[in-house]
């Protein structure tokens, strides 16, 4: 079983960026696409960007151009790279499988606010 670890979050001004890690154990990270989704309160989680085990990437509409997602599968890691960021990008952080398929993590916190 694959557990996840993501961190990086903070409080950002708009149009300013951060960095999220989601750091994974197991063997069988490298096989799985992975995602970032996110989630504010009485919401439903929704997801932000995928990227396949060899490097393909989506992304929803409205984080084209200012979100970047990768990976280092030697570090099981996966990022995800916020630039441009905007108050509406307010939400807690969740990696996980492009399917879901693991324990969800903690999450981490992003607030855009002046």
């Known amino acids: 079983q694959v557990q996840l670890v993501e961190s990086g979050g903070g409080l950002v001004q708009p149009g300013g960026s951060l960095r999220l890690s989601c750091a994974a154990s197991?063997?069988?990270?490298?096989?799985?696409?992975m995602a970032w989704y996110r989630q504010n309160p009485g919401k439903l989680r929704e997801l932000v960007a995928s990227?396949?085990?060899?490097?393909?990437?989506k992304y929803r509409e409205s984080v084209k151009g200012r979100f970047t997602i990768s990976r280092d599968s030697a570090k099981n890691t996966v990022y995800l790279q916020m630039n441009s960021l905007k108050p509406e990008d307010t939400a807690v952080y969740y990696c996980?499988?492009?399917?879901?398929?693991?324990?969800w993590g903690q999450g981490t916190q992003v607030t855009v606010s002046s």
């Open positions: 996980n499988s492009d399917r879901g398929d693991f324990d």
């Open positions: 990227i396949t085990s060899s490097g393909s990437s």
């Open positions: 197991g063997r069988l990270f490298r096989l799985y696409a």
